[in-house]
């Protein structure tokens, strides 16, 4: 039995409405960092808020320690929450509002004056707002506000923090700066951290684990290797880094191998078998494991597409190949700089990153 | 000439862009601004001017003579009974302000939180259809309550509580602060529940999840958020209790007369305009000072939500 038990949970916000929770099951270990991914209104926060005790789901249970909390009080949980509009209390500043929590009946008697006092500062420090704790919220840019929300939540050390896109108004470099913050303390205090995002790439940086969610309900749950190695369905697949799914007909199945007909007539080999000839598959791979070459290679993959469009990301370009017909295209990244535009150019893929994915 | 509006957007002979748009700009403020500035006048200033023009005056008898007097304010501060009158008319304003809100609060917070939205339509109906009545009404019905035939006593001495009938309830002090506080905490209601309405619903879940107990919540967040919608809507009452001069008359005793009694009586019976008039313009003094007060409150409790 886990920490966090949660069973079959379901929401919806009226009749006749769609759940935005559709049967959740999950289960969440002491001391992990779980993040649920997904895109906008699938059903993140309204997880979260189940799990806060601050929604009251139709069915389902959840359960902490193995004791149903389903429907206990929102203030009756060790679970604080950094909320995705921030819910500063705009009657107290700054300092009042990361000293919340600590000045609250429950937790009344367990720091002295002197503590109180110094923990806010530490934890203004944490966020860096040291020179904004006598400002008043609407004083604060969005970002800043975050942070305060940031140490609000944390600053009474509570056994689960959940967080609801915390930095979804950062720019790119506190952003990183502020995972690596929150990474750190998530090591340093041991405590339970349920992380929400839409953006792919913070959840793997930071998560021992990704819930990949997508309508009200959970796609796959795995750690972000395996999430972005072995995806389970062309949704997770396309989800994580944009990956390339193409479809195609399973022709036959042979010593380990699968060949696939995509739709431009062009044959793709990949490890692995399992599905039977004739049915209809997705084939996944990743931009960074195409090459484009010269010649054929042996035991590779030649694919022929025409070149549509080059974009230069720093490090790297990546291009866009249009396979014939209605067949797709495929995200190439690269080092070097290929032949103009419009011209045919020749890929090759490993059979081994090539993935047989469900339709 | 004869399209106006076509008019203004003619450049005249030799005149820049720049000084044409300033022209059409002042044509549109003179639109706008003229009316409620011939409004103000007609009805604000005018009157203002002849109130402070009477009060400087005198009267023999029905005679009214101009004057430069201070004589009229001086006597409203020095002689009885007008200073007395006034500070109990500015108490039992404050009673009615503050019964108001203590009675208003609760079912406020109840609309704004609690009701389901049928029952918030009926109760915001209930609220106001009273004042499909009349005043005068209302003020009567709670002669018929509290009287010594009234409904209040009938009922004690049924219980067997009293033997006679009690005279303690009506005509007097409490009898008209009651009268007000009935008729005037629906000002209260919707000025509160105007302000809690504003308060976002994620405040309170903040609260509760920081653990917070349901008073916590109440005493931390939902009643400093609330201060500017109490403060409204005592102003209002205090202002409609303090300048009461039905419910004196209907269920008030000689203790309870008003300043609005004395002003009617000093037009009415006394013909003494002058007076009345000083009366008028230190009440409207104070009131301003109020409100300037209250307003500056409001501002320093109201938060952006
Ligand atoms: N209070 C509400 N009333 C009605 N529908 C709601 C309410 N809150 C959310 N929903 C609906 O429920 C679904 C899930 O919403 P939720 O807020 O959980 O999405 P989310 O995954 O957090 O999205 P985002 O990334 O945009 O924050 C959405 O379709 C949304 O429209
Ligand atoms: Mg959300």
Request: aromatic share 10%; hydrophobic share 45%; glycine share 10%.
């Amino acid at each position: 039995m886990s920490y966090i038990d949660i069973r079959k949970l379901r929401k919806s916000y009226g009749a006749g409405l769609k759940p935005a929770v559709d049967g959740i099951d999950l289960s969440i270990d002491r001391g992990e960092f779980v993040t649920l991914l997904g895109s906008s209104g699938c059903g993140k926060t309204t997880t979260l808020r189940c799990i806060a005790g601050l929604e009251r789901p139709d069915s389902g249970e959840i359960l902490l320690d193995g004791k149903d909390i389903t429907y206990d009080q929102p203030s009756e949980r060790d679970m604080r929450m950094v909320f995705q509009d921030y819910a500063l209390f705009p009657n107290l500043t700054i300092a009042d509002n990361v000293a919340f929590g600590l000045r609250l009946k429950r937790y009344r008697g367990r720091y002295t004056p002197e503590q109180v006092k110094r923990r806010i500062g530490e934890y203004l420090d944490l966020v860096h707002l040291a020179d904004h704790g006598g400002k008043k919220p609407h004083q604060l840019s969005g970002g800043q506000k975050q942070r305060a929300a940031l140490a609000r939540a944390l600053i009474t050390e509570p056994d689960i923090v959940l967080f609801d896109e915390p930095l979804g108004s950062l720019d790119a470099n506190l952003r990183k700066a502020m995972q690596i913050e929150i990474k750190r303390i998530h090591r340093q205090l041991g405590k339970t951290f349920i992380y929400v995002t839409h953006d792919q790439e913070e959840a793997m940086a930071m998560s021992d684990r990704i819930v990949v969610m997508n309508g009200g309900r959970i796609l796959q749950v795995a750690s972000p290797e395996e999430i972005y190695a072995a995806p389970n369905c062309q949704f997770v697949a396309r989800f994580i880094d944009r990956a390339n799914v193409l479809s195609g007909i399973v022709v036959s199945t042979e010593g380990g191998q699968t060949q696939v007909r995509l739709g431009d007539g062009q044959i793709l080999r990949c490890e692995g078998n399992g599905v039977a000839a004739g049915s209809t598959v997705g084939v996944m791979m990743r931009a960074d494991r195409i090459n484009i070459a010269g010649g054929p290679v042996d035991g590779m993959n030649m694919l022929k597409g025409m070149l549509a469009e080059r974009l230069f990301l720093g490090a790297k370009h990546e291009f866009v190949v249009d396979l014939a017909g209605e067949a797709g295209q495929l995200n190439v990244f690269e080092q070097e700089m290929p032949d103009g535009l419009g011209g045919e150019v020749m890929l090759s893929v490993s059979p081994q990153d090539v993935r047989l994915l469900a339709e | 000439m004869t399209d106006l509006t076509a008019d203004t957007y003619l450049p005249s002979e030799g005149e820049s862009g720049l000084k044409r748009a300033k022209r059409i700009d002042r044509r549109r403020m003179l639109f706008w601004v003229l009316p409620p500035t011939l409004w103000f006048f007609v009805f604000m200033i005018i009157p203002y001017g002849m109130l402070f023009y009477y009060s400087l005056g005198s009267v023999d008898y029905v005679t009214f003579t101009p004057g430069l007097s201070p004589a009229n304010f001086i006597k409203v501060f020095t002689t009885e009974p007008y200073l007395g009158v006034m500070l109990l008319s500015a108490k039992l304003g404050l009673f009615t302000a503050i019964f108001s809100a203590i009675i208003g609060y609760p079912l406020a917070f109840y609309l704004a939180f609690h009701a389901p939205e049928t029952v918030k339509r009926f109760v915001y109906l209930l609220v106001i259809v009273p004042w499909w009545a009349s005043y005068l009404v209302k003020a009567y019905a709670w002669k018929t309550i509290l009287g010594t035939g009234g409904i209040l006593n009938t009922m004690l001495i049924g219980a067997g509580i009293i033997d006679e009938p009690l005279t303690i309830f009506l005509y007097n002090q409490f009898s008209v602060t009651l009268t007000l506080v009935y008729i005037f905490t629906p000002f209260a209601v919707l000025s509160i529940y105007a302000q809690l309405e504003r308060i976002p619903t994620s405040l309170i879940d903040a609260a509760l999840n920081a653990g917070a107990t349901r008073w916590e919540v109440f005493r931390k967040v939902v009643f400093p958020l609330s201060i500017p919608g109490i403060l409204a809507g005592a102003v209002i009452t205090f202002s409609l209790g303090f300048g009461d001069f039905v419910a004196p008359v209907l269920v008030g005793g000689p203790s309870s007369l008003m300043i609005s009694n004395i002003v009617i009586n000093l037009l009415g019976v006394a013909f003494d305009w002058p007076m009345a008039a000083a009366i008028g313009l230190v009440v409207i003094t104070l009131g301003l000072a109020l409100i300037s007060v209250a307003h500056y409150l409001e501002h320093r409790f109201q938060h952006r939500l």
